[in-house]
């Protein structure tokens, strides 16, 4: 029993990653100045680095857009982002234990 329930939970956690990973992907297809951002637990944030508060204690950090697009775009930008992520862990409450301490970005170097 317990080979299939962790099975079942595997499928699960697999589920929510790819609907995480599409949701990000379309975020980033729909913004194309975001360049990445973090998302923390208020423990592991500073004032500098918070962009936004999501829900509970995760923390929208470390935002990162094209430099000549300016506040007002990095402002509308953190509301997307955090409406993205709001509407996955209001449709999916377990979702939100994928995202702390996770970083997002176009592209890996």
């Not at 929510?16 to 729909?30: H, M, S, W």
């Not at 950090?61 to 990095?74: A, E, K, N, R, V």
């Amino acid at each position: 029993m317990d080979t299939l329930q962790n099975r079942v939970q595997e499928q699960d956690l697999s589920r929510l990653e790819a609907d995480l990973a599409g949701r990000i992907d379309a975020l980033f297809r729909r913004c194309p100045g975001l360049y990445g951002f973090a998302v923390l637990e208020g423990s592991q944030v500073t004032r500098e680095r918070a962009a936004a508060h999501l829900e509970g204690d995760l923390f929208l950090s470390d935002l990162t857009c094209h430099p000549g697009l300016g506040q007002d775009y990095c402002a509308e930008l953190c509301e997307e982002i955090s409406h993205a992520l709001l509407e996955l862990v209001d449709e999916q409450p377990d979702a939100a234990g994928l995202l702390p301490g996770r970083t997002f970005a176009r592209t890996m170097h």
